[in-house]
């Protein structure tokens, strides 16, 4: 997997979303933070991001803002879990948009084994009020940061897709 590709595809969404004074923030489990990071890599990212939560148990999913109930309900690697890590980190940070990203690397998680499936992955976009949710099935890849840019770079892809739509 090329990495520094997907460098620059955050790049220019950087550039456009300061373009469209668009600000961002995220909550990331699988991702460890890395889209926050590949967002800020651009120069000027501060004018449009907010922060980020890397929250990657559910005790830290609950308390920046994931009801325990939907955990509960649904667990914590769920469509429903992403959309909820995507509107309580906008709704904090006050952000236009809001990224949740939940999921799997390439094995089974021992603190969530029933609901774990190697490479699924969640996200979502919360934009003003609206959730766009996402399940992708990655597959294998050949290292956990392999993994973390091919999320990155699904979550690139969607949110392309949706600022084309503004």
Do not use: W
Request: aromatic fraction near 10%; hydrophobic fraction near 40%; glycine fraction near 6%.
């Amino acid at each position: 997997m090329d990495h520094s590709a997907i460098h620059e595809k955050y790049r220019r969404l950087t550039l456009l979303l300061i373009e469209k004074q668009l600000t961002i923030t995220t909550m990331e489990s699988i991702t460890s933070g890395l889209v926050a990071s590949l967002i800020t890599d651009t120069e000027g990212a501060s004018a449009i991001f907010r922060g980020a939560y890397v929250t990657y148990c559910n005790e830290a999913k609950i308390k920046n803002g994931v009801p325990a109930e939907i955990i509960d309900r649904y667990s914590v690697y769920s469509t429903e879990t992403a959309d909820a890590m995507a509107e309580a980190c906008a709704k904090a940070y006050n952000a236009d948009i809001g990224i949740g990203i939940t999921g799997t690397t390439g094995n089974v998680d021992p603190a969530n084994p029933d609901f774990s499936v190697p490479g699924q992955v969640f996200f979502s976009v919360y934009y003003q009020g609206t959730k766009h949710s996402f399940r992708k099935d990655l597959g294998t890849c050949p290292t956990r940061a392999d993994y973390k840019f091919a999320v990155a770079d699904e979550v690139h892809s969607a949110l392309i897709r949706l600022l084309e739509t503004l």
